[in-house]
């Protein structure tokens, strides 16, 4: 007799634990798929008619490659948390037009970086061609970017810093902040700045915050920015297209 109902309360608290467990993965699956910020259309259709960005809305996630088929260097960018990876395309497409770096945006499993283990070479596939690859992300994108950094052969953080140790490595990295920044605060990049190779470079961006670095709209804690879209994008352009230039010396010397 008290056998049987040993077994009937160890059944019942697996059964309990069971379904606490199941409503948990649940709920985490209704709350990625609720309040994902889309992609500002303006920014968006201004990739669509630049006619020296080819976009491939490709199996591996959204490719875009310089028109004249030239790219010996490549970006695998990941979204931030619950942010429209389309959102990224306009602030990315400088690098594809004026220095042929054929850009990968992935697609987060359940919009968020961390519930997606797909390595590097899932991504890199879509570009075949492509010899070098940078690895980089927005935010929580740009910390999965830190734990695949071993399979790339740079690094590229926007409004983000690293949880895995890298200082030991020889690994080029650009980590670009904003001065506005709420949620990636330039005190949180800073505090994280020993986990980063001490030739690092880091750039803050006057006046920009946290969802400047995608096109989005307005993120719930947040700093308000005081740099604009236009001035915004030409900054990230430059300072990126400048790393991807001298990686890509670097690998033909």
């Not at 077994?7 to 699956?29: D, P, Q, Y």
């Not at 630049?50 to 979204?79: C, H, R, W, Y």
């Not at 915004?232 to 297209?241: K, P, Q, R, S, Y």
Request: with cysteine.
């Amino acid at each position: 007799m008290r056998k049987r109902r040993g077994r009937r309360i160890v059944a019942w608290i697996l059964g309990s634990l069971g379904a606490v467990i199941v409503l948990g993965i649940i709920g985490i699956v209704i709350w990625s798929q609720v309040g994902v910020m889309a992609a500002e259309p303006e920014p968006l259709a201004s990739v669509r008619e630049n006619p020296d960005v080819v976009i491939d809305d490709a199996d591996q996630g959204i490719v875009l490659s310089p028109a004249d088929g030239d790219s010996g260097i490549g970006l695998v960018f990941i979204p931030g948390a619950k942010v429209d990876p389309w959102a990224y395309a306009a602030i990315l497409q400088g690098i594809v037009a004026e220095d042929g770096v054929t850009v990968v945006i992935t697609r987060p499993w359940l919009n968020l970086a961390f519930f997606d283990p797909r390595g590097v070479d899932a991504f890199t596939s879509a570009a075949p061609e492509v010899d070098s690859w940078i690895v980089g992300g927005h935010s929580l994108g740009g910390v999965r970017a830190c734990q695949l950094a071993s399979d790339a052969e740079a690094l590229l953080l926007f409004a983000s810093y690293c949880a895995a140790d890298l200082a030991e490595t020889d690994l080029p990295v650009l980590s670009l902040a904003g001065s506005e920044d709420g949620l990636s605060t330039p005190e949180k990049i800073a505090d994280a700045r020993h986990l980063l190779p001490e030739s690092a470079e880091l750039v803050e961006i006057d006046g920009a915050s946290h969802a400047s670095f995608g096109d989005y709209g307005p993120q719930p804690g947040d700093g308000t920015p005081s740099i604009s879209d236009d001035a915004m994008h030409a900054t990230v352009t430059d300072l990126t297209g400048r790393f991807a230039d001298d990686l890509a010396a670097s690998v033909a010397g």
